[in-house]
């Protein structure tokens, strides 16, 4: 644990901060100064990591902020788990929860660009992700079924006819 992650760190001078190399990569360096508000948008925060199933790539959620457009972007990147250059794989503005098939040979993940969330699947060496669901009220978290041939996941649905239960569809 850094000094950030020490309980009597409270009011000190900040020892370290994070900066910017160029895409996906970034250092450590000396500060003289306390933490700034301002300082809090050059900051790149890795999200929501995912183990391929052999332990040795990690999929996660690069969030970055644009000052000039006053919002957050998200996008999945890929590392190894041990070593290795980061490698962004999606492109998108709002992809979350990376999952691993358990071949681990695609990823899926959840993508909201014109409109709710939709369930994406992406070869883990990188290509063109493909859209899965277009749902009016977007899909949620996804989870493989153990032999990757089927994909579940939660999503609200408009029940508007009274009934109640699971819906499961092929």
């Given at each position: 644990?850094?000094?950030?992650?020490?309980?009597?760190f409270?009011?000190?001078?900040?020892?370290?901060?994070?900066?910017?190399?160029?895409p996906?990569h970034?250092?450590l360096?000396?500060?003289?100064?306390?933490?700034?508000?301002d300082?809090?948008?050059?900051?790149?925060?890795?999200e929501?990591p995912?183990?391929?199933?052999?332990?040795?790539?990690?999929a996660?959620?690069?969030?970055?902020i644009?000052?000039?457009?006053?919002?957050?972007s998200?996008?999945?990147?890929?590392?190894?788990?041990?070593?290795?250059?980061?490698?962004?794989?999606t492109?998108?503005?709002?992809?979350?929860?990376?999952?691993?098939?358990?071949?681990?040979?695609?990823?899926a993940f959840?993508?909201?660009?014109?409109?709710?969330?939709?369930?994406?699947?992406l070869p883990?060496?990188?290509?063109?992700?493909?859209?899965?669901?277009?749902?009016?009220?977007?899909?949620?978290?996804?989870?493989?079924?153990?032999?990757g041939s089927r994909?579940?996941?939660?999503?609200?649905?408009d029940?508007?006819?009274?009934?109640d239960g699971?819906?499961?569809?092929?």
């Amino acid at each position: 644990r850094g000094p950030v992650g020490r309980p009597d760190f409270a009011g000190r001078d900040l020892a370290r901060h994070t900066k910017h190399i160029r895409p996906g990569h970034w250092t450590l360096e000396s500060v003289t100064r306390r933490l700034r508000i301002d300082d809090l948008t050059a900051i790149a925060a890795p999200e929501q990591p995912a183990l391929s199933p052999d332990g040795t790539t990690c999929a996660y959620v690069l969030r970055t902020i644009d000052i000039e457009e006053d919002r957050s972007s998200r996008s999945i990147w890929c590392v190894g788990a041990r070593e290795g250059e980061p490698r962004r794989l999606t492109r998108g503005e709002a992809d979350v929860a990376p999952t691993w098939s358990p071949d681990g040979k695609s990823i899926a993940f959840l993508r909201a660009s014109d409109g709710p969330a939709q369930l994406w699947l992406l070869p883990a060496d990188g290509g063109e992700p493909e859209q899965l669901t277009t749902l009016a009220l977007g899909a949620g978290n996804s989870v493989w079924s153990p032999d990757g041939s089927r994909i579940a996941f939660s999503a609200a649905t408009d029940r508007a006819d009274g009934a109640d239960g699971p819906i499961v569809t092929e």
